[in-house]
């Protein structure tokens, strides 16, 4: 498009910016660079380290070198406060001149556009490897590290980002005139710099990342539009799309210069090649400026421009340090989002601005006509910034860009930004979108085309650039692919199939597109066109004659019995009744509507079913007119004529015909309007309205049309409503409702449910959760089964609470995901093999009330072996309407319960306020409180704790005391802290939610330090003298434990947290064998291995295994350190096993067993002494369950690991018994006083595993009752006589040592 300027210009010469304070950039030297990331605390940006990173550059990938070289992101840095607002917007907007003037503002300069190529194949490549989540978040990661280094370079040869396209930037070097040569050579420095260094990029997934950049120059529009509460700016002119099509003609690691650049720029230092025909030339070559040259043309340019440029600042950007200016403050807070700006004002630190969440992207496309003038331009934009914000605002959509190259004039909107998730966001949106289509197309003037493109999917919402100019915005594959989609099928409102099965709206609105093409998408997915609902299909909407059909009704046998109750007595006593069911979405309100509707049929009544929607709300008197319609047997295909032939019928004799034409604008029909009814008032015509209306539906309502059901009630319209309500209370009818609670209509059906007068009518219930074996039922009535896995059946009773949605969905997830086996038949178990063993130990539940055997032909489903339901996903659709739940509260509150949800589903406030921010703690109990009244979180209380531990409670043995058995001194409490409060998530699946939001580099951050927390509590109660479970572990291993843990950074061991963590593991313990999930999964278990949860236990370890190691052992997986993870689960079975808990010992063995497979595919070794004692654990319950010969093969597994071997056959056996026979106690003790202490910790650790393996055998081989079982029983003994003198021996030595030192 070519502008054209009316308004006279200033040359350029404008008023100096006058920085008003210095300050300095800190670097912290880092061992390992880039394996940091920035975060926002105490009103700086700061440097959180990463775990596992490598301290030499060269160990590390290219990409890894390249972040370590140049990475801007790895630096202190602190910027006032006003320098919070300037680093997200240009320095061009602190200028007073570019003010919201209202017209646009003249001035000259040189524009750079550079652009990504293969951004949007990287970030479809990050999805297919990681997932929608972690793939967003690593394409983020890369784009950051690439582009952060790119604009590095272009501050520092003083370009001013104008703004961020994704995966594109324009940046402008504002000069007068004689300084556009100047300014045009820094440019051409900045490029060749920049092409040199990060022209072509290799990315960790394979792919390459090229620059392509163009160069133009000349004269510039500013332009300052107002949409809502908010600014927008553009920068236009001929300019502008000379360096788009400049850019667009440039190859991979080129430069492409204007034809007017070219003749601006002193061609002497530079060497170009005309690219013919084009007005364009490309640059080959060019006169390199020494450092200390560019450096001055910059300070040149800046003095030009009345700048004072500040030295010694060590910043690119020196405004940052600005002293606040309440007017400055005001005026740039106008170009930031709401979101941003509550997040600046509540001081939110950094790592909690950025999620990954799923939204919905909505790119609009405007071209204008070829030749329009800046000012009609101008006008335009602001038309189409107030009619897109009036229109998206309502569903909480935000205007994230507002772009005028690359893609003509482009705005990209977001639904569902942090802190502004609403329910059935992609409807709003995709409503959203065909209104701004409309709209735009009929008001805006020289407008020549729009075109709109929707897609939802998990998207990076939060701050990427660079420290000293960032944007906050939303990127990822889906926000990629819906502006390719609107580049690519113009003219139309279009959305990817995903978007179009989320918005669950029929299918009539939507209309598929011939597949073309998507710049950068390896694999294009079926595209739709939007068409919206048409005044007929409103109409239509809620009168189809045939419901979805729905499978059987499960658990509501008490809402049945209530309508078949009621509707004896509307059939034989002509009682009128109101039968209302309010239950949250998901909760099955429909498909309990529709059986009640087959109920009624089968009764013989008439059933006229409605179901309303979201847009009946919109519709004045829509409700009116389905019920009407579906008690005529009005027909969605049926004329005007027929309707009003309908409705004469229905009638005569009910109202006069002089008001049928009352009813014309509700039912959509033509009666001829009456003299009376033109000669009306407008007060008088409103109520005779209102009689007709009531008198037609007294009709329907109270005749001989049977009984009515409205689905989605909470949806009839305010105009209906005032109707309908008073009839219901009036008339004799029986309807039966479902609503959602929280909206006007399910109130007044509680009021009116309770109110003494009324309350005989109308009957209000709840819908609860479905009970846990209803859950398992309707799990094998999904899938086709007659068995579920007993872990299958947890994991589903304790997400869903009981919501059939949330089953469904759980179940769809699991399957697409591949992490079910469905097969035909019982699965051969293999005599005294470990698998078997836990096939045995967890017995399918079946969905009958009796065990079932199963015959061969059967389907049944199984979990895949590989696979942790504990770890996996959490479904978009859950999500979404747990973070539409969770962004109605205020900031604070999400900030406590993101930092809540890495601790876990049980928490106590010690290990939260560990992990808080300091600027948060001092609020933690009020915010607290809060959160507990508002039913989201839920204080547990140690109310069925054992007598004889509620007696006198105990103070925790110390960690250091690790297998020393030496208990703790006393712990006076009269010194004592308050107790910790210990609180829980009251729905799991806003904590899943929330966990889910947290970016990878600062989840782990934050579980480093829980697990640095919990390690002090890592070990066994007072009562059993403390201690590892597996004694001596840690010193057992080559590398020390405390080597690659966080043991040390955790504030003291007291007996305050100890307690609330014993509670929290008590309440741990209970939720895993809730009375309501036991009976039904034991149902079916016929094995002899029994579960022994519930058993009473006089200690508190099995508390602490629950509320510490598993935990620990979480933390560390999801740190990235399976080694570490594997010690604590191994620690989880010896735990359980001190307990006499043998069912979960062999769950955390099989969960030790997929870590054990982590680790080899990592290629790490395992620890020799680890591999021995996870075959000793498997010994021990082997022999526990009974299988005594898969017990003996461990056992001497593990004694092999720990170099002592024990003999399979007689002549074996009699060899070793000679040679152990043979040899005599080591008189080791003055030997082993030399050695260090890790030493003979170390020694003491493997003698005490030899003995208890040993101490296993001989048990196992005296009850054979034969002569070779005898001989193995005698030899293990004396094996063990032998190792048990040689570990007293380094015992000796401890106690001499001891004595020795005191």
């Known amino acids: 498009m070519t502008f054209q300027s009316d308004i006279p210009g200033d040359g350029g010469h404008h008023c100096p910016v006058i920085v008003m304070s210095l300050w300095q950039r800190v670097s912290r030297p880092s061992e390992r660079p880039w394996a940091h990331c920035a975060a ?56 007073e001149e570019f003010k919201d003037i209202g017209y646009p503002m003249i001035f000259e300069g040189v524009l750079l556009l550079a652009d990504v190529s293969g951004f949007t194949a990287l970030a479809e490549k990050c999805i297919q490897k990681s997932g929608p989540e972690r793939g967003a978040e690593e394409m983020v990661q890369t784009l950051n590290a690439y582009m952060g280094d790119i604009l590095e370079q272009v501050l520092a040869f003083g370009g001013d980002i104008l703004k961020f396209a994704g995966d594109a930037m324009l940046v402008l070097w504002r000069a007068a005139g004689p300084q556009l040569p100047t300014a045009i050579n820094l440019a051409l420095q900045c490029c060749r710099k920049v092409q040199k260094k990060y022209g072509t990029y290799d ?135 709401t979101a941003v ?76 930004f942090p802190g502004e998730k609403l329910a059935h966001e992609i409807t709003h949106a995709l409503e959203c979108a065909m209104q701004i289509f409309h709209m735009t197309s009929m008001g805006l003037r020289k407008l020549q085309l729009v075109s709109v493109g929707v897609s939802s999917g998990a998207a990076f919402c939060g701050f990427t650039g660079h420290p000293e100019r960032f944007e906050h915005t939303a990127l990822g594959f889906k926000v990629n692919l819906a502006a390719r989609m609107m580049v690519a099928y113009p003219g139309v409102v279009s959305c990817d199939a995903e978007t179009c099965a989320a918005s669950r709206l029929p299918s009539y609105c939507f209309r598929a597109l011939p597949k073309r093409n998507l710049k950068g998408v390896i694999s294009p997915t079926t595209v739709y066109q939007y068409v919206g609902t048409t005044e007929k299909q409103q109409r239509d909407v809620g009168v189809a004659e ?136 407008h007060t008088e015509w409103n109520s005779a309205f209102h009689l007709t209306c009531t008198q037609v539906l007294q009709k329907v309502l109270g005749g001989e049309f049977g009984i009515f059901f409205v689905d989605n009630a909470h949806f009839v319209d305010s105009e209906s409503w005032s109707i309908v309500w008073p009839l219901l209370q009036s008339i004799t009818v ?43 039922r309707k799990a094998c009535q999904e899938l086709g089964v007659r068995s579920i896995p007993r872990e299958l059946a947890r994991f589903l009773i304790q997400r869903s609470s009981g919501i059939p949605y949330y089953c469904e969905e759980l179940l769809r997830s699991l399957r697409c995901n591949n992490m079910l086996l469905l097969h035909t038949g019982r699965p051969k178990e293999g005599e005294d093999s470990w698998q078997s063993l836990i096939a045995k130990a967890s017995p399918a539940v079946t969905a009958a009330s009796s065990p079932g055997t199963g015959s061969d032909g059967e389907r049944m489903c199984a979990i895949r072996p590989d696979v942790s339901l504990e770890t996996s996903m959490l479904p978009f659709a859950l999500k979404e309407i747990a973070l539409a739940e969770l962004d109605r509260m205020d900031l604070q509150k999400q900030m406590v319960l993101k930092f809540a949800a890495i601790i876990g589903p049980v928490f106590t406030t010690q290990q939260l306020v560990h992990i808080l921010p300091i600027s948060v703690n001092q609020w933690i109990n009020p915010l607290l409180d809060m959160l507990v009244k508002d039913n989201i979180l839920k204080r547990l209380k140690n109310t069925e704790e054992p007598e004889d531990v509620q007696g006198a409670p105990e103070g925790p043995a110390t960690s250091g005391q690790a297998g020393s058995g030496v208990e703790r001194p006393s712990v006076n409490m009269g010194s004592r802290k308050q107790q910790s409060d210990v609180l829980a998530f009251c729905a799991p699946l806003l904590w899943e939610a929330t966990y889910e939001l947290w970016p990878t580099r600062e989840r782990v951050n934050i579980h480093r330090q829980c697990a640095a927390f919990l390690e002090k509590h890592a070990h066994k109660c007072q009562r059993c003298h403390g201690g590892d479970f597996v004694a001596f572990h840690r010193f057992g291993v080559s590398s020390p434990q405390k080597q690659g843990s966080c043991q040390g950074s955790a504030d003291e061991d007291d007996c305050c947290s100890w307690e609330a963590l014993v509670v929290a593991g008590e309440h741990l313990r209970r939720a895993r064998t809730h009375p309501a999930e036991g009976e039904i999964l034991a149902e079916g278990e016929q094995t002899t291995l029994r579960a022994k949860d519930g058993g009473e236990c006089s200690c508190q370890c099995e508390a602490i295994a629950e509320a510490v190691l598993v935990p620990l052992a979480r933390h560390y997986r999801a740190m990235g350190n399976t080694s570490q993870a594997l010690h604590y689960v191994l620690e989880c079975a010896a735990a359980y096993l001190h307990v006499s808990n043998s069912y979960m010992a062999l769950m955390k063995l099989s969960e030790a067993e997929a870590l054990r497979s982590s680790v080899k595919k990592e290629r790490n070794a395992i620890d020799r002494f680890e591999e021995a004692i996870f075959f000793s654990l498997k010994g021990e319950v082997c022999s526990n369950v009974g299988c005594v010969k898969l017990a003996k093969e461990m056992s001497r597994q593990a004694l092999r690991l720990l170099e002592k071997r024990f003999p399979r056959t007689r002549a074996g056996a009699f060899v070793k018994s000679l040679w152990e026979g043979l040899k005599r106690a080591p008189q080791t003790t003055g030997r082993a006083s030399f050695l260090p202490q890790e030493a003979r910790r170390k020694k003491q650790a493997w003698l005490v595993q030899r003995s208890r393996c040993l101490a296993l055998l001989e048990d196992l081989y005296s009850q054979e009752g034969t002569s070779g079982g005898q001989r193995f029983s005698r030899l293990a003994a004396l094996m063990k006589a032998n190792t048990d003198s040689k570990m007293h021996s380094y015992q000796a030595a401890d106690s001499h040592i001891g004595q020795a030192l005191n």
């Open 546 to 681: 045939e419901r979805s059909p729905y499978g059987p009704l499960l658990g509501r046998e008490a809402e049945i019995d209530r309508f078949e109750f009621c509707l004896e007595a509307y059939k034989h006593l002509e009682e009128p009744h109101v039968l209302a069911f309010v239950g949250i979405p998901g909760s099955g309100k429909s498909h309990l509507l529709a059986e009640l509707a087959i109920l009624g049929r089968a009764a013989g009544h008439r059933v006229n079913a409605v179901e309303l929607a979201e847009e009946n709300l919109k519709q004045p008197f829509s409700a009116i007119r389905l019920l009407v319609a579906r008690a005529l047997g009005l027909q969605a295909g049926e004329t005007c004529s027929d309707r009003q032939s309908a409705l004469q019928t229905v009638l005569q004799g009910t109202i006069e015909e002089s008001s049928y034409c009352l009813l014309n604008d509700v039912f959509l029909v033509e009666f001829p309007i009456t003299d009376e009814v033109c000669r009306m008032r």
């Open 734 to 776: 029986l309807m039966v409702m479902s609503l959602a609670p929280g909206h006007a209509r399910a109130e007044d059906i509680f009021k009116a449910a309770t109110d003494s007068t009324t309350s005989e009518r109308i009957t209000c219930l709840r819908l609860e959760g479905l009970k846990a074996s209803d859950v398992v």
């Open 341 to 416: 700006l509550r997040k600046l004002r509540e001081d939110v630190p950094l790592e909690l601005c950025s999620e990954l969440r799923p939204v919905t992207s909505l790119f609009v496309q405007l071209k204008f006509a070829d030749r329009i003038n800046a000012i009609e331009l101008s006008s335009s934009l602001g038309d189409c910034s107030n009619t897109i914000s009036g229109i998206i605002s309502p569903h909480k959509g935000e205007i994230n860009k507002t772009l005028l190259f690359d893609k003509g004039c482009t705005f990209l909107c977001v639904f569902g």
């Open 40 to 95: 926002w605390s105490g009103g700086r940006l700061v440097l959180v380290p990463r775990s596992g990173a490598r301290s030499s550059c060269s160990e590390v990938p290219r990409y890894h070198r390249a972040l370590t070289m140049a990475s801007a992101w790895e630096r202190k840095y602190y910027y006032s406060d006003l320098g919070k607002k300037v680093v997200l917007l240009p320095s061009l907007l602190l200028r």
């Open 203 to 337: 990315t960790h997934s394979g792919l390459k990342l090229h620059l392509k950049i163009g160069i133009s120059a000349g004269m510039l529009s500013f332009m300052s539009v107002r949409g809502g509460d908010r600014q927008y700016f553009f920068v236009c002119s001929g300019a502008l799309d000379e360096v788009v099509k400049a850019q667009k003609l440039s190859a991979a690691h080129e430069v492409v210069l204007s034809q007017t650049c070219w003749e601006l720029c002193d061609q002497k230092r530079i060497r170009a090649k005309p690219l013919a025909g084009k007005g364009a030339v490309k640059v080959v070559g060019m006169r390199r400026l020494a450092r200390r040259e560019w450096k001055d043309a910059v300070v040149q340019l800046s003095s030009a421009r009345g700048e004072r440029h500040l030295k010694g600042t060590g910043l690119r950007r020196p405004t940052l340090r600005m002293c606040d200016d309440s007017e400055l403050a005001a005026r740039l807070e106008k170009y930031l989002s």
